[in-house]
């Protein structure tokens, strides 16, 4: 049995001498011929949440249940133990004259972390607890490691990310968040399904790398001896497939960014893009609204989140829509719709503090958009759809009709961060090749996230595609959203991490 005051003990001793003290309580189980490795699988009736649930119907009723043991305390004849399965926590209470004297004293010399089966009846303790009574237990796992500290758990964020498995184990809320995650995808195919998308898989290898302004991690594919991309967006495939004659068309997909890492960005991330056919922006924006939005019903029971220190209204009539040039207006007091040529663009913009990069062309498009980027976009904190974006940062998009400089794009933000992206698909393949070759050319210039020239695409184009709506919306930005995550690596089970060094 452990005490309180053994567990302290136990805590404060080198951890070397920790690990020995468990691998030689396995192999005293060992030479008893009661190998916990060597059982293959436990007759699980309930789990500790059903107990609960049940209790009325199940009080006095034989159960069996299995579990992590979390905790242990008591002393003598009986001790209580807490275990923890996939659905909640239930406490047990083993007495040595139910189990016998050989099993309870085995039991005595179990640690937090092993995992043990337990079959007997349910009940309720003085305490009003509900409980089960155990009439036989089982070690089915020894842990050679000891758990953090109770009290404390996984207070070190690194650890918590390179180490998710503790942390799952630890922490309650960390559960739930990926719950919640889960939960959204579901709901996120579910919404499309229902309205005629069909879900498919495209290459996740590519011999060019397109359908975003992003650079791509460079691999090499030995058979073929060629040099290959992994994908930085699936827009062009399903693209492609609009073309084959599937109007409604859908993909959740890993997608690769050779990009910066930091609480909104990883490396590799999720995202779903749909395209339907013979719809515009328009429709898009309101399938969008009305996906978080419903989601944030289902899931959480309330359009109402907290994230970001700031509460979100997400209920379908408080999302608003306004044009790239008013949002600069409004939020940044530039007026771009006054400027008629580059230089007065420019001035403008420098006089407001936003420079271009070096391997960016000055042009009025260019200058409205890093003015919204770098002054207005953070200010957007409840859910905005931005549109009409300038054609220079749009190279997939449709021109918006009566004015050539800007398209018929938008991107949705809350609390600050880009939540989608979609627009009217440019489906002029002369128009098209002309965007194609501009971004060649800042290429030229230096700029390695400028779109790549897709020669199949464009034949693809030629072929005719109809009018089309798309979507791309990153899940675990939703996800974030949704779970109160500040962080993406609080929605990925295992972020991208700098190895430490010597291991």
């Given amino acids: 049995m452990t005490t309180p005051e053994q567990t302290t003990t136990e805590n404060t001793q080198p951890l070397s001498e920790l690990l020995q003290i468990r691998r030689d309580k396995l192999t005293a189980l060992q030479d008893a011929g009661q190998n916990p490795y060597e059982i293959t699988t436990f007759a699980r009736t309930h789990f500790s949440a059903q107990v609960k649930a049940d209790f009325d119907a199940l009080e006095n009723s034989d159960v069996s249940v299995c579990g992590r ?163 930085i967006a699936t827009e062009l495939h399903l693209k492609r497939l609009i073309v084959g004659g599937i109007e409604r068309v859908y993909e959740v997909g890993r997608i690769f960014r050779n990009e910066g890492m930091d609480t909104k960005h990883n490396p590799e991330f999720t995202t779903v893009e749909w395209y339907q056919a013979y719809a515009d922006y328009n429709v898009i924006m309101d399938e969008f609204r009305e996906l978080l939005s419903s989601a944030a019903k289902s899931i959480l029971g309330t359009y109402t989140i907290e994230w970001l220190g700031h509460e979100i209204d997400l209920a379908p009539e408080n999302w608003r829509s306004i044009t790239m040039t008013d949002a600069v207006k409004q939020y940044a007091g530039i007026d771009f719709t006054a400027f008629s040529d580059t230089e007065s663009s420019l001035a403008a913009a420098k006089a407001a503090g936003v420079v271009l990069d070096k391997t960016q062309e000055p042009s009025w498009g260019r200058l409205l958009y890093e003015c919204f980027d770098v002054l207005v976009e953070g200010q957007l904190v409840q859910p905005t759809f931005i549109t009409e974006y300038p054609v220079e940062v749009s190279p997939l998009a449709k ?46 210039r230096g700029d390695e996230e400028a779109e790549m020239l897709d020669e199949d695409f464009l034949e693809a184009l030629e072929y005719g595609m109809p009018p089309t709506g798309g979507i791309g919306s990153g899940v675990d930005r939703c996800a974030m959203l949704l779970a109160g995550a500040s962080s993406i690596r609080d929605v990925l089970f295992f972020p991208t991490m700098k190895p430490i060094q010597g291991q």
């Avoid at 005595?108 to 009940?123: C, L």
């Avoid at 918006?400 to 992206?421: I, L, Q, W, Y």
């Fill in 69 to 231: 043991i979390m905790a242990k305390r008591g002393m003598g004849k009986a001790i209580f133990a807490d275990i923890a399965d996939d659905r909640g926590r239930i406490q047990i209470y083993v007495r040595r004259d139910d189990v016998g004297e050989e099993a309870f004293d085995g039991f005595k010399k179990w640690d937090i972390g092993d995992f043990a089966g337990f079959s007997g009846f349910v009940f309720k303790t003085k305490m009003g607890e509900i409980s089960v009574h155990a009439k036989t237990v089982t070690l089915l796992s020894k842990s050679l490691r000891p758990l953090p500290e109770k009290h404390h758990g996984l207070t070190d964020v690194e650890t918590k990310y390179r180490k998710r498995y503790l942390d799952l184990i630890m922490d309650e809320d960390s559960r739930r968040v990926f719950e919640i995650r889960s939960k959204y995808v579901s709901h996120l195919r579910a919404f499309l399904d229902s309205r005629g998308f069909l879900e498919v898989d495209t290459p996740v290898l590519n011999t060019i790398s397109g359908g975003a302004s992003a650079r791509p991690f460079v691999t090499h594919h030995n058979a073929q001896g060629i040099d290959m991309y992994l994908r």
């Fill in 399 to 444: 021109r918006k009709p009566g004015d050539a400089r800007v398209t018929e794009r938008f991107e949705c933000f809350v609390a600050g961060c880009e939540m989608s992206n979609g627009f009217s698909e440019l489906n002029d393949p002369i128009d098209q090749r002309g965007r194609f070759e501009a971004q060649l050319r800042a290429r030229e």
